[in-house]
């Protein structure tokens, strides 16, 4: 469609440099076309013009003293993206890799990952190009204290609340919601993904994992199959790869698989999750140190990594779940799992599949979760726990879990019907994106030229 091609050069013409937003934003407006085609007033009303800009962008630098005394600056960022559903909402990332185009991409996904959830919260993104990896717990505070100095303007319970994301735990969350705290002298659910102790909530941490992998049995059920038995394959080793594996062991599933930014650990028996949880929540150790313990798992580091991929796509498993980050699957993987037989890819990360790899998935009818489907959970237990801040009560891990079950199967129910209703059954890329869109879409509409 000529308008939808004309928004994409213009965003190329007004936002230099910036691939992964661009490659966010046409892999979901190619998927809607027919739905704009369905609804001429989209058109009219400039809404994917306007939904392609963000409300808000704000860019900071951030200065702060290493343990050597000497004055580090990064910088800062938070993109408030559209706020038609409720305050923005949307994890904080702290890696050497974040840019604007980064936290843009994030961003744009992030409207529609949460209209699916069907919750009150529009989409945000923000964080820095700090790298907490190698830094003391000292320098790391002094850094989030010096980040919120400058974000708490911008950020509210009932404006925009953020949460963590890679390289942002509750080590960082703590220090970040003390400073606000102390700025505001205001004891508020500011931030989520907070510590128990202080207004945290239970699943949270294991939500992310939980949801993609809920996601990926409600694929399997429309299919009349389920994880039971299955061999899965996950890339990363944080919270999302954590927690998935915890909860594909709870289905019966057999985990085989992690990596971390130094190689892929393979171990064809399944993962030794305590280990795992060992060495990564309480050592914060390579992957390596895990073959010391099983002299039968493989470790394979980077340096032996396949020419156009990584290692871990190219062993045999009936489903893989990438939780690492964004554009970790190429083509050349994808194509290596079908040959392997996988069945089913649920996404843990955000875009963590090329496009090439994408339309290998969608053309071999396989079952495929795009994240901003499956990795809905960890956004909604967030909203969760804005909820219980909000009255001020705790909800028991029982509660929450099965709250998060109910919303995962609501995101995959509504993007599976949004599917069936534009004649493409089972191309769940198009009917989340689609189902999110319209959403958001509609409630543009209905509050104006804003």
Known sequence: MTYIHQTISDLKRTSPAQCEFYQAVEEVLDSIEPLLEATPRYQQQAI??????????????????????????????????????????????????????????????????????????????????????????????????????????YIGPTTDVPAGDIGVGAREIGYMFGQYKRITGRYEGVLTGKSLLWGGSLVRKEA?????????????????????????????????AIYAIEKLYHLGAIPISCTDSRGTLYHEKGIDLALLKDLKEVRRKSLEEYVTTHSDAQYIPVSEYPEGGCAVWRFKADAAFPCATQNELSGADAQALLANGCLLVSEGANMPSTQDAVDAFIDAKIAYGPGKAANAGGVATSQLEMAQNASMQNWTFEEVDEKLKNIMKHVFDTANDTAAEFGQPGNLVLGANIAGFRRVAEAMIEQGAV
């Not at 900071?60 to 800062?76: A, E, H, L, S, T």
């Not at 992310?208 to 899965?232: H, I, N, P, Q, W």
Request: proline share 4%; charged share 25%.
């Open 208 to 240: 992310t994992g939980y949801g993609a992998v809920y996601f990926a049995e409600y694929m399997l059920e429309a299919r009349g199959d389920s994880l039971k038995g299955k061999k899965c394959l996950i890339s990363g080793a944080g919270n999302v």
């Open 48 to 153: 994917i013009q306007r939904i392609v800009e963000p409300e808000r962008q704000i860019m900071f630098r951030v200065p702060w003293m290493d343990d050597n005394g000497d004055i580090q600056v990064n910088k800062g960022y938070r993109v408030e993206f559209n706020s038609a559903l409720g305050p923005y909402k949307g994890g904080l990332r702290f890696h050497p890799s974040v840019n604007a185009s980064i936290i843009k991409f994030l961003g744009f996904e992030q409207i529609f990952k949460n209209a699916l959830t069907g919750l009150p919260i529009g989409g945000g993104k923000g964080g820095a190009n700090f790298d907490p990896k190698g830094r003391s717990d000292a320098e790391i505070m002094r850094f989030c204290q010096s980040f919120m100095t400058e974000l708490y303007r």
